[in-house]
């Protein structure tokens, strides 16, 4: 009912293609397209990969789910949105984890020369090993 009401609260047409995969985005938060994708297979029977990135792109559009791309890997996605948190990665094995605002409140982070921008979001990924792959 949530996603449901998400939905309709952005204009946006409620159909059970777009229930799947902002259920597999919750379910799997950091999940690539194609995980995302397959995860909404399992709930629909079928669903184009088209479909998928169409939807994808439009649910980062209105805002409603976020699209993060760090260098390197495909783009993955999460329903953590409005809050400009960061990233922690795993250079082993590609494990991510949320990390609120380094300091402050959003943006985080100050520019040390922001050339006349209104700074509105700061985007920080911590890069490095996990604990498991470190003992390893």
């Known amino acids: 009912m949530r996603f449901e009401q998400q939905l309709r609260d952005n204009g946006v047409q409620v159909t059970a293609q777009r229930l799947a995969l902002m259920q597999a985005v919750a379910s799997h938060p950091h999940a690539t397209a194609?995980?995302?994708a397959e995860e909404a297979r399992a709930a629909?029977?079928?669903i184009s990969r088209q479909a998928v990135y169409d939807t994808l792109g439009m649910l980062v559009d209105k805002n409603l789910i976020r699209r993060i791309q760090p260098a390197g890997s495909a783009a993955r996605?999460?329903?953590r949105v409005g809050d400009?948190?960061?990233h922690l990665i795993c250079r082993t094995c590609s494990v991510m984890f949320d990390v609120d605002c380094a300091v402050g409140s959003a943006p985080c982070l100050v520019a040390s020369d922001d050339h006349g921008f209104e700074v509105d979001e700061a985007e920080?990924?911590?890069w490095g090993r996990c604990s498991s792959c470190a003992a390893g």
Do not use: A, M, R, T
């Open 124 to 126: 920080v990924i911590y």
């Open 44 to 46: 629909l029977g079928s």
């Open 34 to 36: 194609d995980d995302i």
């Open 84 to 86: 400009n948190h960061h």
């Open 77 to 79: 996605y999460e329903d």
